[in-house]
């Protein structure tokens, strides 16, 4: 009897096995999360306990084939969906891939599975071979970090996900006046102009960072993404554009969350960390059981296509949601790796980098020492209508803000070591605030019957007051962090006005420009996706600090 002989039960099983872990390994090896853990074990134990199953029951072959048949357009319909025909519905992508492979079965017979698993195994050596050659890369990065050109122009450009402005923190908060004070002091000290009372347009990472990099206010949410591609790219991107005229190479730091670049090409190079990164799993405590849970739900929702139907199926509380780990995901590429990235260019180059912290969860103690994952938040609605829960979940977001004030102020420091501060540009800014809300139970029921009218509008994005928005609330969500340093600046400056990232920016970024109409104003939708206007600055000159 031969491996991979579909006549024999132990063949059934090996086929059937290889089918079934090629895709959690290719998941193990790109996340290059290892298999040396007892959760890998118990994930390989369930593996081959199912496919002795499946090889038991498909001793007939007309059953074995159809066992077959289904886990290949199972695997497969998704990658075909997205990469090939993304336009066509998923109902007639399994057909096709279900009549296509089932004839292949039928005319290649046996044939077929001696064919299925050279492929297969095929595809795991190159996994390998592509996951080996990060550290050899790495390698020969580091030696060409030294090498870097002096005379290049380099401008840095960071958002920090979900930074709350110099003037937004909240004054009745334990910690807050400390870290606000932490954060201006890195900033002033090292030569930049703020802008304590900047804020963003908008409140979701999806509208106001493509707002602010096309320098365009939105006339709907989502409205610099294809509706069936949402975060798989920009449409349009002026900031890139504008920079890769002058001449400049682009290097981008994104998430899987939101890619501001769809593909390298040429000037423009790309590097990606996933938010829900597996191996950052390694730097927490967690148990081998909690483990395990992350890397199957994880394998779950990596198949777009099927995590939909079971979306459909299942009610939400059969749903599992994934640990996030952004703020620990950003660690591959911030602060060191960026840092020696920018000393080594050697040409113009704009170096643009979206980071997934201080957003949620909020893992970082304000010494940098990392909290259990039972300490974590770990929902996705930072709405809370307890006080009590709003100040202990601000007091953990503040510190992980003050150990990102530390970081910033190492990042900086490393960049005058190199000897290249003083000539590169730094643009830092947030997406939107903290979006940590405390709500009045009494309008609960009002405002939850305007968040379930809204079939064009994300909740998030969506207005949602039944009376006059309060200023605390307002900052919470709309108030960002504004710092530049141009090449040269010999000292720092503060910009008292109030004003929103992308009205600062033109005359840094942008050409200077006439004062818009809205520019100024924040923005909520409405259940039909369009943007209704909040004027921040007159209600934060009227009402003070509230």
């Avoid at 990658?79 to 096709?96: E, N």
């Avoid at 992350?294 to 949601?321: C, G, K, M, N, R």
Wanted: hydrophobic letters at 45%; charged letters at 20%.
């Amino acid at each position: 009897m031969r491996l991979g002989d579909s006549e024999h039960v132990l063949g059934r099983a090996f086929i059937l096995y290889v089918l079934i872990a090629a895709p959690l390994c290719h998941l193990l090896i790109d996340q290059q999360y290892g298999f040396l853990y007892p959760e890998v074990f118990v994930l390989g134990l369930v593996v081959f306990a199912s496919s002795v199953f499946g090889a038991l029951i498909g001793s007939r072959p007309i059953a074995f084939y159809s066992i077959v048949l289904f886990i290949i357009v199972l695997q497969s319909s998704s990658v075909i969906h997205a990469s090939l025909f993304p336009d066509v519905k998923g109902r007639w992508i399994v057909l096709g891939v279900a009549t296509v492979v089932g004839a292949m079965m039928a005319l290649m017979q046996t044939r077929f599975f001696a064919i299925l698993l050279v492929y297969l195994l095929g595809v795991l050596c190159a996994d390998t071979g592509k996951a080996l050659a990060g550290p050899v890369e790495a390698l020969f990065g580091s030696v060409e970090a030294t090498s870097g050109a002096s005379d290049v122009q380099r401008v840095v450009y960071i958002v920090f996900d979900e930074l709350l402005g110099l003037e937004g923190f909240p004054n009745d908060i334990e910690g807050s006046l400390r870290v606000k004070s932490e954060m201006r002091e890195v900033l002033l000290s090292n030569n930049f102009t703020i802008y304590p009372f900047a804020f963003s347009n908008y409140r979701s990472t999806a509208d106001s960072i493509p707002s602010i990099v096309n320098n365009h206010l939105l006339t709907s949410t989502g409205e610099y993404f294809d509706e069936d591609q949402e975060r798989n790219g920009l449409k349009e991107n002026l900031l890139f554009e504008t920079y890769w005229k002058q001449g400049y190479a682009v290097r981008v730091y994104q998430s899987d969350y939101l890619k501001f670049a769809r593909s390298n090409s040429g000037s423009i190079v790309a590097r990606n960390y996933k938010s829900d990164d597996l191996a950052a799993m390694h730097s927490i405590r967690m148990h081998w059981t909690q483990r395990l849970y992350q890397i199957a739900t994880i394998y779950l929702h990596t198949d777009e296509l099927w995590w939909s139907a079971y979306q459909a199926l299942f009610p939400v509380w059969l749903q599992p949601a994934p640990y996030r780990m952004g703020p620990l995901a950003v660690r591959e590429e911030w602060p060191s790796a960026l840092v020696s990235d920018i000393e080594a260019a050697r040409q113009n180059t704009l170096f643009f980098a979206h980071l997934l912290i201080p957003h949620y969860p909020y893992v970082y103690r304000k010494d940098g020492t990392v909290r259990g994952i039972d300490d974590w938040f770990h929902g996705s609605n930072l709405d809370f209508y307890r006080e009590s829960e709003y100040r202990h979940w601000y007091r953990d977001y503040l510190e992980q803000v003050e150990f990102l004030a530390s970081e910033l102020r190492e990042f900086l420091g490393q960049l005058r070591a190199a000897g290249i501060y003083d000539s590169t540009t730094v643009i830092i800014h947030g997406d939107h605030g903290s979006r940590l809300r405390l709500l009045d139970e009494g309008q609960r029921a009002a405002r939850e019957k305007l968040l379930f009218e809204s079939p064009k509008c994300p909740i998030v994005s969506r207005y949602d007051y039944v009376s006059d928005p309060p200023l605390r609330d307002l900052l919470n969500r709309f108030s960002t962090l504004l710092a530049v340093k141009v090449a040269g600046a010999s000292q720092p400056s503060e910009v008292s006005t109030k004003g929103s990232v992308m009205f600062f920016l033109r005359g840094v970024v942008w050409p200077k420009q006439d004062v818009s109409e809205g520019i100024n104003s924040v923005y909520l939708f409405d259940a039909e996706g369009r943007p209704r206007e909040i004027p921040l600055p007159a209600i934060w000159q009227g009402r003070g600090s509230e």
